[in-house]
């Protein structure tokens, strides 16, 4: 055998390595794309029916958010007539009870400053009357 027989089966052998190497890798990356059409189909069967389910529950959530809506409108209201209720009971009631504390007050300082004259007038009287028996006793 000669040097250039020697070298080709060198660069056979070489070659032959080469392809086995190629053959393996391409049958792992053939296995590889097979789990991947295995997982994209497995996803895509759940999230269908999940998407489906989501759609109906944002469906659901819209509902019940307009009916909390309406229900906030509605306590608005009632707190806008709950106000308007109060203001005209305050008015109605209030307006009187202060005219009646104020009449009671002022009944309050007559009488005080009746007794006081009455106490005044006894006190006077008294006096006079010292007098007139100390004037009669001289």
């Given at each position: 055998m000669s040097g250039g027989e020697i070298a080709g089966i060198?660069?056979?052998?070489?070659?032959?390595?080469?392809?086995?190497?190629l053959a393996y890798t391409l049958v792992h990356l053939s296995r590889v794309l097979d789990e991947t059409e295995t997982l994209v189909a497995s996803v895509t069967e759940q999230t269908v029916p999940l998407l489906t389910e989501v759609t109906q529950t944002v469906v659901h959530a819209n509902a019940q958010l307009g009916k909390v809506d309406t229900i906030t409108n509605n306590l608005a209201n009632v707190s806008t007539n709950v106000s308007a209720l109060t203001s005209t009971v305050s008015h109605t009631i209030g307006t009187p009870l202060v005219k009646v504390a104020s009449f009671a007050y002022g009944l309050r300082a007559a009488a005080k400053l009746r007794r006081r004259a009455a106490a005044e007038k006894q006190v006077r009287e008294t006096m006079k009357g010292g007098r007139a028996s100390r004037r009669s006793d001289r």
């Open positions: 060198i660069i056979a052998v070489f070659w032959a390595i080469l392809v086995c190497f």
